[in-house]
């Protein structure tokens, strides 16, 4: 008897089950190789969307396969829960963050057990609780007492419309990566983490991340952004300091001509003390500093500068090289300070034109003779070394050492590296964060807050309109403090809060141990969980988050709480979920709900009956309307067929384009499925499942049994470090339709059909868990299917018994037949001879000759 397939009543009943079971529970293991799988956890915006969907299939579909593989895998989910659109939402809707993000977190959460995921819940954990985040405070105190953090006054992007401080990574092209609102310059105090100390210790590993995409370490390589030069010292005339620069190229040290001060310079004010360019330079300064001054932004802006009014020499040529304050002249990378060689850098060169500065060739191209009057552009390769004095003739590449290593003698230079990587600046002037647990004292300082007195918990009736500095500064109990050191009762508290990177930045190994109340993480269990086996997530990630990430666990190694220095061994990055918009020429975009597709394809607006338009193929997003909404999805097909799309669309790491005849294929084929089992389920009855050697069988039963052997190995193949998900699942369709091509042979033998059966649900169960738990029990498999181990496969039953053979003549192909794979050369023949297809060609002629290639080809040439 088969009964019709009903995926809601099915997946509620398997969900309620895991959860009555605790199915997905687990704890340390030391008789078993544990797996840690590991999604990026989300922001509780209020929905999930088809991109968490996939991310947290394809992770799902892991940590079951390795499950029934045999680990121990601990597969956990939160809530990266701190951050500004909670703040912004609670202005809109007025209502509290903690109230909104609570409630996005419910809904959220229900979301996803909707979907089945594996997830083992009592391990949740939401960076917005204080038990959560006073370990972040405890971590933060220890980095200021060890010198890992330490606060500076310093100029910081700035978004007026979101009130806050921005890293230089959340700058795009000139504007806040939230909103959009163009970024400004301000001078605050600000905490720093000194990631810059581990720069080469996070650059060297990157090459040691054999299980991460190319491109992401690359990227990672880049940001960190290694260069090496030498660092050379210049007299300034009538100053007592002197001022240094880093430069790659020290072998055009001859051709350095002027030179370029960060206008947050110190030396930029000094010099200019006293002369009669002191106020244009004030003037500029001011100009400047008011601009975005990322390095990215710098690069699009016309170079320009100041005279300061003072000259330093230059050590090789002693020429009297004027000091500019430039806007090109970066604060934060090298010394601050450039020596500008025009002839031969292309920056320099443009500010040389425009302020009449000497142009002067040190280094020339092979065969060439530039000047430097006439010169249009500069010259920036290398070549051989010519007004360099005893360096004349030299090649260029091999002057970069021999100019260091005379400046080295001279006790003016020295070979030095540089890093493009800055100190992480964590101060946020933001409400819904996590307090800084520093206390400031006119007379001792920043105090760190007194262990016992954490958590220092977030107040929950911050006033969030205030424009401009830190919410939690409005509160006056909240930021009055006693000194913990010289006991002044006149302090006051650090009112801003952390940036919410640093929460993600260990919410990994909070895992391990979630509510462990002893410290950060409980040292023993950390060791047996961590690293993360398997991580993924989006490549928005690729640098920000996945950087901090190994700098915290870094920090963590150095406090002593962790052994290891990379947290996540592998990682793979999985594409996005794209699909066509739609737009309606009096409603500009629309909804695919709102619109109505003909059987010719054509596609009507449902509110105004406007033909639409169907555009390009770009990432879902809500403001374009080209969204499925996953509970629409969830409604209507079910957890597994949402599962199997998911998977089988596309290969993880590539983009996944929704289709909509593809989601209903999933459906249909689910439906298959399960009507080819349970139609069989009498016959099945008291039957064992063969699995013995394949020489025992023949005929359908034989072939049949090869199809499920190599059905396993292809899947395990396919879904075993490459996750290949969507070919595997093609190899299962394909063995599904080898049941349905047997189905109702009366030669077939029962046994293999019920292995066939049985074959099917366990490669499957990973990808669409509720349906075939409920075929495996109807099945009477023993227990839960996913605690069933995966299905091994037959060396011997891999290869088909049969062969195909080929029959020509003349080289032309006339038939096919299968023979067993031992035929000898002469039956082949006498076979290829009879068959009636063949006849029809050789009847009445001479046969010239036969060719039997064995177990593939007969030619007969007539
Ligand atoms: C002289 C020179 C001559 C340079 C030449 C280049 C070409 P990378 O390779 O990216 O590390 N520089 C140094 N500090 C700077 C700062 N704070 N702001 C802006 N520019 C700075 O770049 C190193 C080069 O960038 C250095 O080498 C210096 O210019 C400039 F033909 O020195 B060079
Ligand atoms: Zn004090």
């Known amino acids: 008897m088969e009964d019709k397939y009903l995926p809601d009543s099915i997946e509620s009943k398997w969900q309620q089950r895991w959860a009555d079971d605790g199915s997905f529970r687990v704890v340390e293991d030391p ?25 947290y299939t394809i992770g799902d579909v892991v940590a079951r396969y390795k499950k029934m593989r045999g680990f121990n895998v601990l597969h956990p ?5 701190f951050g500004m659109p909670a703040e912004n939402a609670a202005i809109d809707n007025n209502t509290h963050p903690a109230a909104w993000t609570y409630a996005n977190i419910d ?86 983490f000194r990631i810059t100390d581990y720069a080469e210790d996070l650059l060297v590993h990157c090459d040691k991340l054999g299980g991460w995409p190319d491109s992401v370490t690359t990227m990672q390589k880049n940001w960190i952004g290694k260069s090496v030069g030498s660092e050379v010292t210049f007299e300034v005339e009538g100053s007592e300091g002197p001022l240094s620069v880093f430069t790659t190229r020290p072998d055009t040290l001859f051709g350095a001509t002027f030179m370029c001060l960060a206008p947050e310079h110190p030396m930029v004010a000094s010099l200019s003390r006293g002369t009669e360019q002191e106020g244009a330079v004030a003037e500029f300064v001011d100009r400047i500093l008011k601009q975005e001054r990322s390095s990215k932004a710098i690069e699009s802006y016309e170079k320009e500068g100041v005279f300061t009014g003072a000259y330093c020499i230059n050590p090789l040529t002693g020429y009297k090289m004027p000091i500019y304050a430039a806007n090109f002249a970066l604060m934060e990378y090298g010394t601050g300070a450039v020596m500008s060689v025009p002839a031969h850098d292309q920056r320099d060169f443009d500010f040389a034109r425009k302020y009449g500065l000497e142009v002067k060739v040190v280094v020339s191209p092979e065969g060439e003779v530039l000047d430097g009057a006439t010169m249009a552009e500069a010259y920036s390769g290398s070549g051989v070394m010519v007004n360099s004095g005893d360096f004349d003739g030299m090649d260029s590449v091999a002057a970069k050492e021999a100019i260091t290593d005379a400046l080295e003698g001279r006790g003016i230079g020295k070979k030095t590296i540089s890093f493009r990587l800055r100190d992480w600046g964590v101060s946020r002037q933001r409400y819904w964060g996590t307090p800084i647990p520093m206390i400031h004292c006119d007379a001792c300082g920043a105090v760190p807050v007194p262990e016992e007195d954490l958590p220092i918990v977030l107040p929950e009736d911050a006033q969030l309109l205030e424009s401009g500095g830190s919410p939690l500064g409005t509160l006056d109990y909240f930021k009055k403090a006693t000194c913990p050191k010289c006991g002044n009762t006149d302090a006051r508290r650090d009112t801003d809060t952390m ?27 950390v060791a047996y969980w961590m690293p993360v086996d398997q991580y993924i997530g989006g490549v928005e990630h690729a640098i920000l988050h996945l950087l901090y990430s190994r700098y915290f666990t870094r920090v963590m190694r150095d406090i002593g709480l962790v052994e290891f220095s990379e947290p996540f061994n592998r990682l793979l990055t999985q594409g996005m979920v794209t699909k066509e918009t739609l737009s309606c020429p009096n409603h500009k975009w629309v909804f695919p709900t709102d619109t109505e597709k003909a059987e010719d394809g054509s596609v009507t607006c449902k509110l105004c009956g406007s033909p639409v338009d169907v555009g390009r193929v770009i990432k879902m997003s809500k403001s374009k309307k080209n969204v499925i909404d996953p509970n629409v999805l969830l409604g209507r097909y079910g957890a597994d067929t949402t599962r199997l799309f998911c998977l089988f669309a596309a290969p993880p790491e590539k983009d996944l384009e929704w289709n909509d005849e593809s989601v209903e294929g999933c459906f249909k084929f689910i439906g298959r499925v399960w009507r080819i089992i349970t139609s069989r389920l009498e016959a099945f009855s008291g039957v064992e499942a063969y699995a013995g050697p394949a020489s025992e069988l023949s005929g359908k039963s034989r072939e049949l049994y090869t199809k499920i052997n190599a059905t396993i190995k292809k899947v395990t193949d396919d879904v075993e470090g490459k996750f290949h998900f969507n070919t595997a699942i093609s ?15 009366a030669s077939l033998r029962e046994d293999v059909m019920k292995r066939a059966a049985e074959t099917v649900v366990l490669l499957l169960n990973p990808v669409s868990p509720h349906v075939t738990e409920e075929l495996w029990e109807k099945l009477s498999g023993t227990g839960l299917l996913m605690d069933q181990p995966w299905p091994e496969y037959r060396e011997d039953a891999l290869v088909s018994d049969e062969v195909l053979i080929v029959v020509q003549v003349n080289g032309k192909l006339r038939s096919k037949f299968q023979v067993p794979a031992g035929a000898s050369k002469d039956e082949v023949q006498e ?24 177990g593939k080809l007969v030619n007969i040439v007539v």
Request: charged share 25%.
């Open 31 to 55: 008789e078993k190789e544990k797996y840690y799988l590991l999604e990026m956890f989300p922001y509780p915006s209020g929905n999930i969307h088809m991109g968490h969907v996939r991310n």
């Open 499 to 525: 940036d919410t990177f640093v929460e993600s930045s260990w919410y990994f190994a909070r895992y391990c141990s979630p509510e462990y109340t002893e410290g950060m993480v409980d040292k023993e269990k």
């Open 77 to 81: 989910m939160g809530w990266d829960a």
């Open 831 to 854: 076979l290829a001879l009879a068959d009636a297809a063949v006849q029809k060609f050789i009847d009445g002629k001479q046969i010239r000759k036969v060719i039997v290639v064995p």
């Open 107 to 192: 809904t959220m959460r229900s979301q996803l057990k909707r979907i089945g995921l594996s997830y083992d819940w009592d391990r949740e954990i939401a960076t917005c609780t204080p038990e959560y985040y006073r370990w972040e405070q405890w971590l933060f105190i220890q980095m200021v007492e060890k010198g890992m953090a330490y606060r500076k006054e310093s100029y910081v992007n700035w978004c007026e419309s979101c009130h806050t401080v921005l890293a230089n990574e959340q700058v795009e092209n000139d504007c806040c990566w939230r909103c959009g609102e163009s970024v400004q310059q301000k001078k605050l105090w600000q905490w720093f």
């Open 731 to 745: 190899a299962v369709m394909e063995l599904v339709n080898s049941m349905y091509a047997v189905d109702g042979d």
